[in-house]
């Protein structure tokens, strides 16, 4: 055969097969980087919002004098970060006050505006307060006996906490929140803990 006839030659059906499975290994390899970057993505987003709940019902637990029943411990710990805890009346210095520990956030986004919705225990019922905040600025607020339209398909966070007496020294309290992604959004399912000390 001539050189010249070598050179017309193209590929031969090996090397194409050949050529045809890298490219197709590459391909899902590809694919299977970016599916593992968006489930990355989606979790920090999700672990980020699931931190912010926590670190708002510290602010919370915070605001609260030493003296009132929502923050007040003698000794030993109130609340569990395993199940829902509600005390059926703490009194603390004279005051007497019904207190849960826990609760749920909600956040939909419905008709361009973001709606959070808290829901707390409310005797034998829940309660359900929704602040929606509009593009044009504006927020509203309602309080209702029953879930929301807003709150179907929302994110729904899950908080629970306890208040320890004298730890990790005498004289203080340490508060810790735990919150948990109730949405199969991701796996595994998010949980952020956080304390705090204080008097």
Avoid at 1 to 23: C, K, Q, Y
Avoid at 46 to 61: H, I, P
Avoid at 88 to 115: E, K, L, M, R
């Amino acid at each position: 055969m001539s050189p010249h006839n070598r050179m017309n030659h193209g590929f031969t059906l090996v090397e194409v097969l050949v050529a045809v499975l890298v490219f197709g290994v590459g391909m899902v390899m590809l694919g299977s980087l970016a599916t593992l970057s968006l489930n990355g993505t989606a979790s920090s987003r999700y672990r980020g919002m699931a931190t912010t709940f926590a670190s708002e019902k510290l602010e919370d637990l915070n605001r609260w004098p030493t003296w009132d029943p929502h923050v007040c411990v003698s000794s030993g710990t109130v609340g569990s970060l395993s199940s829902d805890s509600q005390t059926a009346s703490v009194t603390c210095n004279g005051i007497s006050a019904t207190v849960d520990y826990y609760d749920d956030v909600a956040i939909s986004n419905s008709s361009g505006q973001v709606c959070e919705t808290l829901s707390s225990p409310n005797g034998a019922s829940q309660l359900y307060t929704s602040t929606c905040h509009t593009p044009a600025g504006a927020t509203t607020t309602s309080t209702s006996s029953t879930a929301n339209a807003i709150d179907v398909g929302a994110l729904s966070f899950h908080r629970r906490w306890t208040i320890e007496a004298n730890q990790p020294v005498t004289g203080v309290k340490r508060v810790t929140v735990l919150v948990t992604l109730q949405n199969g959004y991701v796996n595994p399912p998010i949980t952020v803990q956080q304390s705090m000390v204080r008097p």
